[in-house]
């Protein structure tokens, strides 16, 4: 319960003091894409690239998460996912991972004709629908990496919903040029 407070809180207070952050992001926003590497936290290990098993809640459904490999110095990554929703709306409220300082929620906005990543409280996920999160949209971001992501490692992540609340979630890392899960599975044929 501490961490699911402590994960809230620091969420809150992010989304308060919200700006653009990361060069590297702000040219992902433009290019359309992330290329900021990607990642969720945890340990790494598994070589295997297939999909962990989607995790459920209730009514909420996390599937499809994956990252992009890093490089040796990458500062950041995205982590991008599908929350499906069978019950009332809910919302994405933060997330935790031990492969980074940090992790805040992000969405890319166009404003004057120029794509910006700004940090969000929440995401919502409409009930009986679906978020999407991915590449040039919204996505969860991990500040500080503490290390590469290693195309076929999967990583731990426990994303906080405002109603489901805590869920631990596994992240496949997929090669640097990803743009969506399904070019995990064809790497790895």
Not at 6 to 18: F, Q
Not at 39 to 59: E, L, N, Q, R
Not at 111 to 122: I, L, N, P, T
């Amino acid at each position: 319960m501490t961490n699911y407070l402590h994960v809230l809180l620091l969420s809150c207070a992010l989304a308060a003091a919200a700006e653009p952050h990361c060069d590297a992001c702000a040219a992902d926003a433009a290019a359309g894409s992330s290329t900021a590497a990607v990642a969720a936290g945890g340990s790494a290990g598994s070589s295997s690239s297939a999909s962990p098993a989607p995790v459920s809640t209730s009514s909420v459904v996390v599937e499809a998460v994956w990252a992009r490999a890093t490089t040796a110095s990458a500062k950041a990554a995205g982590v991008y996912l599908t929350i499906r929703n069978d019950g009332p709306a809910d919302a994405l409220a933060g997330a935790s991972c031990d492969r980074a300082d940090l992790c805040q929620l992000h969405e890319i906005r166009e404003q004057d004709g120029v794509a910006r990543m700004v940090a969000v409280e929440r995401i919502l996920v409409p009930a009986g629908g679906a978020a999407v999160l991915k590449p040039g949209g919204q996505h969860v971001m991990l500040l500080g990496l503490r290390g590469p992501l290693v195309a076929g490692e999967h990583l731990a992540l426990t994303l906080v919903f405002t109603k489901a609340g805590p869920r631990q979630v596994q992240a496949v890392v997929g090669p640097v040029g990803a743009r969506e899960f399904a070019d995990i599975a064809a790497s790895s044929r």
